[in-house]
Structures are given as C-alpha cells and as structure tokens.
C-alpha cells in the first residue's frame, strides 16, 4: 500500500526568500536627522519634520533631503509596535502620549464639548525625544521607512541570490585559510618528527579543504562567462552560415555581419575574462603549494638527514611536483591569453580604414604586437624551464628508488659446491634500462630543442626589430643634416644678398 504525501519536503527552500543581514543598516554614516515635532490644531495631529544634518563639508543630492508629514497618536503607536518588533529595546522608551477618538464616548465627549483637542508642548517635546531615541537604536533608515513610508520597493531588503552565493563560496575560503593558520600554529610546538607528521597530516587536511573551496569559488565565477562563450560561438555558426548564404540580399547580409561581430565581440570578451580567472586561481594555488614547500625546506634543516629521508622526503618531492604543476597552469593559461590578445592586435591591424592617422596607429600596433611577442616567447621559456625542472625531479626519485633497491642486501640459501652459485640467477638493476628513465631523458630532449627553437625566434625578432629601429634612426638623422645643411645655405645665400645690396645703390 503506497501512501501520498502531498506536503512539500521539509528542507525545501521553494517560497523563501534570502532577507540581507543587516537590511536596516544605515549605508551613510555621515547624515544624522534632526527631528521637529508640533501640534496642528486644526487637523488634531502631530506635524513631524526630520532633516538630515551633515557634519562634513563634502555634501551630495542626497544630504540635502527632508521629509514631513502628519501623524495621529494612532500612527505612533503603530510605528512603535513596528520598529519594537526588530529592535524590541526600544518597547520601553514609547512616552504617555493621549488617547483619541476612537470609542464611542470620546466621540459623545466630543460633540457635547468635554473633549480637549489642545496638546501640550510637554508631549510633543516628549515624542521628540522619543524620535531621537528612535534614530539611535534603529538607524535612520528603518525610522524613515516606518514614519514616511520612503521605500515602499521591498526589494531592498531581500538578498540577490547570486551575490548571496558568492559571498558564501567566499566565506568557505576565509573559513578554510583560517583552519590553515590554526593547523599552522601547532609547527611550534612540534619538537620531534613523531609530532610534525601529525602536524603534516592536519596540514594535508586542511590545505585539501582550503583548495577545494578555492575551487568551487573559482567554478561559480568561471560558470557565467563559459555559458556566454557557448552562446556566442553557437550564433557566429549560424550568422556565418546565413552571412555565406547567396540568396539573401545586401541589407540582410550587412545585418547579419553586424549581429556577427557584436557576437564576435561578446566571445572574444568572455574567453579574455576566462583566462584571466584561470590565471587567478592558478597562482593562488601556486602560492599555496610553494607556502608547503617552503615549510618542508625550513624542517629539512631541523632534522637529521636519515630521519628526514625515511618520514618526510617522499612529502617534499610529492608537494615540489604539485608547485611545478601547479607554476605549469599557470603559465600555460598566461601564454594562451598573450595568444589571444595577439589574435585581436591582427585583426585591428586588417580593419584599419585609410586615413591621415593611419601610418602611425599602424605604428602603435606594431609595436604592442612585437611588445606581446617577446612576453610569449619568454613564458613560453617559463614553462620549458618547469617542465625541465619536473622532468629532473622525477627523474632523481626514479633513480635514488633503483640505488635503494640495488644497495638492499640479498640473503640466500648455503650452497654445497661452487658450481651451484652459478646456476644462481645475480640480479641486475640499470637504470639506463629502465623505461621510465628512458622516457623521461627522450622528455628532456625534446625540451632542450624546443627551448633552443623558442630562444633563436626571440633572438631573430629582437635584431630584427632593433635593425629596423637603427634604420628609422639613420633616417632621422639624415633628414636632420640635409635639412641642417639647407638651413645653412640658405643663411649665406640671404647673407650675400645683404652684401650685395648697398653696392646696387651705389652705383645707381
């Protein structure tokens, strides 16, 4: 028999809302307001003005802003009761204030003459100070709200869901660093190796925690920018497929080329802002791992080397291969950006209209090109040297595994005659035949050639560029002379026919 439950699921969050922390907070602590409270006779209610009062010279709009209005003793009660129900210290400090006409014998009183509609100044003087009291403990903005009715959009107090959710993933990061410093704090008192392998243990731990937040942080902000990329490079297909079409028209065409490059621009946008979180996390990571191994270094100094190698050495080459790792990332996401960014300098470069301007923002395009070409060919350097580096240390724990194995002692069984040591089989260990050693020196091979390859193009664009720059001077520097040597020629030819002219007059 199957029952049907038809209440939601207790843990359900369908229908709630996410309320801000502090929702009545007051966001500029500069302003004060200043209250003025009377009675109005004529309408039987009390006439509030409240200011705001700057006590700094800066003033904005807003600073300048005031607010009024009437209100019966009703109305008080009720936005007491209201602010009391956030802040129920303030219940106590509501004043004596009178009661009105709201029962059938205050109206008789009224009609036959018994009813007082004068007000003390006493009691506007005591809601004065009430209002006052008011500000102090709820804060301007609830008091404005309640009296006033200000923000009628109830929008302002509810969370944005997706702030709400980064500033969680945020704060699981700062909650996992500080268990780090914690866990960090026990290295002083570790005082043999029995007690810093525990302290290695909670540090495994809590760096797995602290990396696995910073992840889920760094997937929340890449999620939005992966979803456009997809968008836009769905739409270029399409427009591009329509743009290529041959039975649309000139003006159809030129829209969709239009729509095409705003989704261009839109993609290019996205994979930049991608790469730059890769970026990011990459080296916030780096930093974590290079933090461990500079403990590790600072450790291998306090303990005996036989100790040392026999407890923390496999942790150390472990964590020096998780920074070369981790450096590798990096850099690798770092080249693809100046990669990118070199992509949208060729392209200014082919859509550049003809114009007076043209030579020298071509000029200036150059020279950002050949300024991202030499920063790739060095970080296409960086990642040679890492993968060298991990390439090496991979290749010393194999060969210090195999000189362990070969320096082990064999014991064997007692054998009767000479003749049957030689049916023993004498086992041999080689490093040269290992695979992994093979593999690991064709590995470095090809890093060297790479690196050499990389190096040369660098070395061929810098003399390129420099020749070319000797040229423009050269250039200049005849320009400067020929025109130097005009400008003299023309002086003396000026000065002789200064010379000449009073020889002129003479003669005439």
């Avoid at 996410?18 to 602590?29: Q, S």
């Avoid at 472990?318 to 392209?347: H, T, W």
């Avoid at 194995?405 to 030689?422: H, K, N, R, S």
């Amino acid at each position: 028999m199957s029952v049907m439950y038809s209440m939601e699921q207790p843990d359900s969050l369908e229908g709630w809302v996410a309320i801000k922390e502090t929702p009545f907070e007051d966001p500029d602590a500069r302003t004060r307001l200043k209250f003025l409270v009377g009675w109005n006779s004529s309408e039987n209610k009390l006439a509030i003005t409240c200011h705001n009062v700057i006590k700094c010279k800066k003033r904005s709009a807003d600073d300048d802003r005031s607010w009024a209005g009437m209100f019966s003793f009703q109305d008080i009660r009720h936005a007491h009761e209201q602010m009391s129900l956030v802040y129920p210290q303030l219940e106590p400090y509501l004043p004596t204030i009178p009661e009105e006409m709201s029962t059938l014998w205050s109206y008789l009183n009224y009609y036959m003459g018994m009813y007082n509609n004068e007000v003390s100044e006493t009691v506007a003087s005591d809601i004065e100070s009430y209002l006052k009291i008011a500000l102090d403990v709820c804060g301007k903005k609830l008091v404005v709200d309640t009296l006033f009715m200000e923000d009628s959009d109830t929008d302002a107090y509810f969370e944005n869901l997706n702030d709400l959710k980064r500033r969680g993933y945020e704060d699981a990061v700062s909650r996992a660093a500080e268990h780090l410093k914690e866990v960090l704090a026990l290295r002083e008192g570790s005082i043999n190796m029995l007690d810093m392998l525990g302290v290695y243990s909670l540090e495994e731990t809590a760096v797995a925690d602290l990396l696995l937040a910073t992840v889920e942080l760094f997937h929340y902000n890449l999620q939005p920018f992966l979803d456009v990329r997809e968008v836009a490079f769905i739409k270029r297909q399409e427009l591009q497929e329509l743009v290529q079409d041959a039975d649309i028209g000139e003006g159809r065409r030129s829209q969709y080329v239009k729509e095409y490059n705003e989704w261009q621009s839109q993609y290019e946008t996205a994979t930049e802002a991608i790469l730059q979180l890769q970026i990011k996390y990459f080296s916030e990571c780096v930093d974590i791992s290079t933090g461990m191994k500079e403990r590790m270094l600072a450790d291998k100094q306090k303990f005996g080397k036989a100790t040392w190698d026999l407890h923390a050495s496999g942790r150390l080459n472990r964590i020096e291969e998780r920074v070369s790792g981790d450096s590798l990332q990096m850099l690798r996401a770092r080249e693809k950006q100046f990669q990118n960014q070199r992509r949208k300098i060729k392209q200014e470069m082919a859509f550049l209209e003809e114009g007076r301007n043209l030579k020298q923002e071509l000029e200036r395009l150059e020279q950002k090109y050949y300024s991202l070409q030499v920063k790739l060919y060095d970080v296409q350097l960086k990642v040679m040297d890492e993968e060298e580096g991990l390439c090496r240390k991979q290749l010393r724990v194999i060969e210090k595994e195999l000189k362990d194995e070969e320096d082990t002692v064999m014991f064997y069984d007692a054998c009767e005659t000479p003749e049957d040591l030689e049916d023993e089989d004498t086992p041999q260990f080689n490093s040269k035949a290992d695979p992994r050693v093979t593999q690991l020196k064709m590995s470095l091979n090809k890093i060297f050639r790479k690196r050499a390859y990389i190096r040369n193009n660098k070395k061929m664009l810098v003399r390129q560029k420099q020749d070319e720059e000797d040229v423009k001077r050269q250039q200049q520097e005849d320009i400067s002379r020929h025109h130097a040597i005009q400008m003299k020629r023309d002086q003396q030819a000026t000065a002789r026919g200064h010379l000449q002219a009073p020889c002129h007059t003479n003669e005439t």
